[in-house]
T-cell receptor
């Protein structure tokens, strides 16, 4: 079983749509959780951290359910510029900031 | 501000040749990471340095791979001899502190390696 699992997509949605991505992780001792965004042929960049209480950044909302070992990302009012691959990331509880990446979910927003 | 700098951006080489990838982390960052990204395996950590010392090299595939960090502003990842299965994008990332779990890692633009 992979340590971090995501639906690979692609998700093809029209502008203005709401889209949700899900992610599960296997290590119950994982400490920190993130969503990274990776544009085609570019490096990954931090989109947002994910907290147990849930957090929002503009059109983006992230949720964490530790009991179910489940992370989600909701994007409202999708823009063409949101087209990218979204990587679910957890830190390994090995004493340092070791990031374990999911394979990513590809999003394509069309006019 | 300069981000993480990697060179070369693209490398095409023949099987059996030595390949050296270079990375300059963000000034003041204490932690440096080398990753490899492929379609099949996604993004994988190869090695982690803290204060120029290798802390975790469990992700280094085999003896053909080696990494060094001679000072706080420079690191290399070397593959000798290279094989076609080494073809991938290699990213270097740095983070500010002692590898705290909440620290953001900043990625360089990557080196796209093709081994023929």
């Amino acid at each position: 079983r992979k340590e971090v699992e995501q639906d690979p997509g692609p998700f093809n949605v029209p502008e203005g749509a709401t889209v949700a991505f899900n992610c599960t992780y296997s290590n119950s001792a994982s400490q920190s959780f993130f969503w990274y965004r990776q544009d085609c042929r570019k490096e990954p960049k931090l989109l947002m951290s994910v907290y147990s209480s849930g957090n929002e950044d503009g059109r983006f909302t992230a949720q964490l359910n530790r009991a179910s070992q489940y992370i989600s990302l909701l994007i409202r009012d999708s823009k063409l510029s949101d087209s990218a691959t979204y990587l679910c990331v957890v830190t390994f509880s090995g004493g340092y900031n070791k990031l374990i990446f999911g394979a990513g979910t590809r999003l394509a927003v069309h006019p | 501000d300069a981000g993480v700098i990697q060179s070369p951006r693209h490398e095409v080489t023949e099987m059996g040749q030595e390949v050296t990838l270079r990375c300059k982390p963000i000034s003041g960052h204490n932690s440096l990471f080398w990753y490899r990204q492929t379609m099949m395996r996604g993004l994988e950590l190869l090695i982690y340095f803290n204060n120029n010392v290798p802390i975790d090299d469990s992700g280094m595939p085999e003896d053909r791979f080696s990494a060094k960090m001679p000072n706080a502003s420079f690191s290399t990842l070397k593959i000798q001899p290279s094989e076609p299965r080494d073809s991938a994008v290699y990213f270097c990332a740095s983070s500010p502190r002692q590898g705290q779990s909440t620290d953001t890692q900043y990625f360089g633009p990557g080196t796209r390696l093709t081994v023929l």
